[in-house]
C-alpha cells in the first residue's frame, strides 16, 4: 500500500506518529517526517499506517489506489 500526505493540510499534530511509528514521525522543529512518499510501506506496517490514516484530525493522510 502506498498513502499520501497532503503537505499543506498537515499541522504536524503527531497523533499519526502515535499509530504508526514506524512509519510517520516529527523532526526536531515538529514538521512531519515521513519517508514512504510514493513507495509502497511494508506490509506488517499496513495496519499502523491504515490507522493513521483514520485518527489524522485534518485528513491529511490518504491511501493511494
Ligand atoms: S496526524 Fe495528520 S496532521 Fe498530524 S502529523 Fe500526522 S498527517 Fe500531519
Redesign the pocket.
Known amino acids: 500500500m502506498k498513502i499520501s500526505?497532503d503537505w499543506n493540510?498537515?499541522?504536524?499534530?503527531?497523533?499519526?506518529?502515535e499509530q504508526a511509528p514506524k512509519v510517520?514521525s516529527l523532526d526536531d522543529e515538529g514538521e512531519?517526517s515521513y519517508p514512504y512518499e510514493n513507495t509502497d510501506i511494508p506490509d506488517e506496517l499496513a495496519p499502523g499506517a491504515r490507522s493513521?490514516i483514520g485518527?489524522?484530525?485534518?485528513a491529511?493522510?490518504k491511501e493511494q489506489q
Open positions: 500526505v493540510r498537515c499541522e504536524g499534530h503527531g497523533i499519526c506518529t510517520f512531519l493513521a485518527a489524522c484530525p485534518v491529511a493522510l
